[in-house]
């Protein structure tokens, strides 16, 4: 079975910065591509961005590119979001997940963890 870990939110002022972190468990990790994606309150979850399986090849929504970025570290069958330059427009709960099938590009799966607040105050 699938496990997702998310951990690293937090409350921070508004420009600050955070390190989300997302540990996987129950799949080989190194096959799948990863997505964070964030769901403020009132709103739908949304993308934020995503890596394939390898690492080479990352893709972010535009309200946070340039300020955002994601990586993994196979070895460690984790997946991270540094977050900078961050903004009140930012806070919402993150969670991460896996792409559906192995070695293909994204597409989402119904794997989901807890996920992290992150509040970003103004």
């Known amino acids: 079975q699938v496990q997702l870990v998310e951990s690293g939110g937090g409350l921070v002022q508004a420009g600050g910065s955070l390190r989300l972190s997302c540990a996987v468990s129950?799949?080989?990790?190194?096959?799948?591509?990863m997505a964070w994606f964030r769901q403020a309150p009132g709103k739908d979850r949304e993308f934020v961005a995503r890596?394939?399986?390898?690492?080479?090849?990352?893709i972010y929504a535009d309200s946070v590119k340039g300020r955002f970025a994601i990586s993994r570290d196979n070895a460690k069958n984790t997946v991270y979001l540094q977050m900078n330059s961050l903004k009140p427009e930012d806070t919402a709960v993150y969670y991460c997940?896996?792409?559906?099938?192995?070695?293909?590009?994204?597409?989402?799966?119904?794997?989901w963890g807890q996920g992290t607040q992150v509040t970003v105050s103004s």
């Open positions: 129950g799949r080989t990790f190194s096959r799948y591509a």
């Open positions: 890596i394939n399986w390898s690492g080479g090849s990352t």
């Open positions: 997940n896996p792409g559906l099938k192995p070695y293909l590009a994204y597409s989402t799966s119904d794997y």
